[in-house]
Every structure is written in C-alpha cells, then in structure tokens.
C-alpha cells in the first residue's frame, strides 16, 4: 500500500492556466505539508497543514493555495501559471512533533509552457 | 534561526569505497537531526533519524551518522559504496514550535558512484 500518493506525476501545462496536484496519506498522521523543489535540487517548503488548519505559509505567491478535505489529504491549486512555477512538487505528511519524520510521496513534476 | 549546512554539493566516490557526506546545523536547542536520500525521479526516504541517546545511529542500507553537538555535526557515512548508492542525499533538522512541526532541509548532496 502506497503510504503518501500523489497525482499526476506529470504535468505539463501553458501559462495561465489554472492546475490542481491531489495528495493522500493512509498514515494517519495529522500534518501534511507542500514542498517545491527546484532543478536544483533546493527543496522549499511552501505549507504544511494540521488537522485542516494552515499552520505554516511560507512566501509563496497567492496563487498557490492549500486545500484540505480532510486530514487525509492536501491538495494543491495553483493559479494563473507561470514559467518559474516549473518544478518538482511533493507531498509529505508526519505525526505531530518534530522528533517525527516525513514521510513523502513519489513528486508531481509540473513543466509550464 | 534555524538552519542546516552541507558543503558539499557534489561527490564522487568509487565503489566500495568509504563515504562521508557533512551536515552542520544551526538550532538553539536539542535538534531532531534527519538524513533522507532521493533516488532519481523518487521521492525523499528516510535513511536515519536522532533525537537523543546514543550519538551514533544506524539506518538503513547500511549508513550510519555520528551527532557531533560541539560540532553542531551530523555526518553520515557508510564503510562500503555501491553503485545503487548514487542519489542525492539530504539534511534536515525538525522542531516542534507554537504552531506545530517546522523541518528545515539542507541544499543537498549530490554523489556519483563510478565502478
């Protein structure tokens, strides 16, 4: 069983488009969190939920929002596209405290023509 | 503020071979230290983890990393490359703040494993 799944893995898009990434954990943890990583490797962490509330946003355009259905999942809207919008997305979710590790899921990778 | 250093952006080692990838960090009190590996077009694995106790730890696929406080260190190494090794390998520090979980990730080590 895939314990952090996201969809697609792949994304290729135009500018200006608006685009979703769907992201479920079977954990049962109570935080998931969205990163961004760039071609050059450089993970950025973009926000990170617990139990349906946004508790970490870091500065990331109001393009990219969070949402959550549930505790099992995270998905991520973005907004009127953009070329630097290109990159590696995931997924990842841990039990609450930071003694716990993140567990991540496999990337979306979103190119924008 | 928090933070997490590796030196190296890129290493090259031969198989079999010894291995040492650094990681320093920054945090003002007792850090949870993590190295993950990512494999390409994979996702982050968790190779080991420490929070407290025994400094040195052993983790998956044969690593092990050493926290060094005074050096504000957490190495990992491996006495014995394989070629499957060849991934780029990441330091974290994980806190629990006010408003929950905050990690921070290292820019990434980069190794090529050359037979």
């Known amino acids: 069983d895939t314990a952090v799944s996201q969809t697609p893995k792949y994304l290729v898009t135009q500018m200006g488009n608006d685009k979703s990434i769907k992201c479920e954990q079977n954990?049962?943890?109570?935080?998931m969190y969205w990163y961004k990583q760039d071609s050059k490797k450089f993970l950025k962490i973009m926000f990170s939920?617990?139990?349906?509330?946004?508790?970490i946003n870091e500065t990331v355009p109001n393009r990219f929002s969070p949402k959550s259905p549930d505790k099992a999942h995270l998905n991520l809207h973005i907004n009127s596209l953009e070329l630097g919008d290109s990159a590696v997305y995931f997924c990842?979710?841990?039990?609450?405290?930071?003694?716990?590790?993140?567990?991540f899921g496999p990337g979306t990778r979103l190119t924008v023509l | 503020a928090q933070s997490v250093t590796q030196p190296d952006i890129h290493i090259t080692v031969s198989e079999g071979a010894s291995l040492e990838l650094r990681c320093n960090y920054s945090?003002?009190?007792?850090?949870?230290l993590f190295w993950y590996v990512q494999s390409p077009g994979q996702g982050l694995q968790l190779l080991l983890k420490?929070?407290?106790?025994?400094?040195l730890v052993q983790g998956i696929k044969g690593f092990e990393a050493e926290f060094k406080r005074s050096q504000s260190s957490f190495n990992l190494r491996k006495p014995s490359v394989h070629w499957s090794d060849a991934a780029e390998y990441f330091c974290?520090?994980?806190?629990?703040?006010?408003?929950?979980?905050?990690?921070?990730f290292g820019t990434g080590t980069s190794l090529t494993v050359i037979p």
């Open positions: 945090y003002g009190a007792t850090p949870y």
């Open positions: 420490y929070f407290s106790g025994d400094t």
């Open positions: 990842a979710s841990s039990r609450r405290g930071g003694r716990n590790e993140q567990f």
């Open positions: 954990l049962g943890h109570d935080t």
């Open positions: 939920y617990n139990n349906k509330e946004l508790i």
């Open positions: 974290a520090v994980g806190a629990q703040t006010g408003t929950g979980n905050q990690f921070y």
